[in-house]
T-cell receptor, first 118, second 109 residues
């Protein structure tokens, strides 16, 4: 069964360093998402991406964050200068189709990357 | 601000009982609703989705949606210890998805 994959599973970095989290969405999916979950807290939407551009972003997704789909398979989240409060689990998700009324609207999540900022 | 509210629990039920999980949402224009299960340290796993008012059943799970009351629920029949997890309610807009904080369910053997 196709699945979303993410690498690395755990990333440790020093405050102020840049990190890139990588995701390979399900191959026939068109919509891509990043979420984060701080330990013990709820899953928070960061950004959605479609047709090579950002569809929507939350207030969390400030200028320190960027996303890219550098080729036909990878989808990356870059944090330019990490802060202690960026420590969280980051989930990538993908969805086949779009629009609230369409079928295949479900988002499928990858296993996550745990980011620890020291 | 779009909000999704869940009773954080913990909710404890005996094995074989019905577990009832509730969720309310603030955006009256929301159209699609999802229940995810999350085990500790793992990613959310989709259980069910519902778009229309009423009930939707899938095996031991039943999702219920009442758009007038902005309320969605999940019933788990014949609860098993393996159902012990955090259950996340999510409301999908066109380009984002908002999650509730989750309800922690424990099913006791």
């Amino acid at each position: 069964e196709p699945e979303v994959t993410q690498t690395p599973s755990h990333q440790v970095t020093q405050m102020g360093q840049e990190v890139i989290l990588r995701c390979v969405p399900i191959s026939n999916h068109l919509y891509f998402y990043w979420y984060r979950q701080i330990l013990g807290q709820k899953v928070e939407f960061l950004v959605s991406f479609y047709n090579n551009e950002i569809s929507e972003k939350s207030e969390i997704f400030d200028d320190q964050f960027s996303v890219e789909r550098p080729d036909g398979s990878n989808f990356t989240l870059k944090i330019r200068s990490t802060k202690l409060e960026d420590s969280a689990m980051y989930f990538c998700a993908s969805r086949r189709s779009g629009g609230a009324f369409y079928s295949y609207n479900e988002q499928f999540f990858g296993p996550g990357t745990r980011l620890t900022v020291l | 601000q779009k909000e999704v509210e869940q009773n954080s629990g913990p909710l404890s039920v005996p094995e074989g009982a019905i577990a009832s999980l509730n969720c309310t949402y603030s955006d009256r224009g929301s159209q699609s609703f999802f229940w995810y299960r999350q085990y500790s340290g793992k990613s959310p796993e989709l259980i069910m989705f519902i778009y229309s008012n009423g009930d939707k059943e899938d095996g031991r799970f039943t999702a219920q949606l009442n758009k007038a009351s902005q309320y969605v629920s999940l019933l788990i029949r014949d609860s098993q210890p393996s159902d012990s997890a955090t259950y996340l309610c999510a409301v999908n807009e066109a380009h984002d998805m908002r999650f509730g904080a989750g309800t922690r369910l424990t099913v006791k053997p």
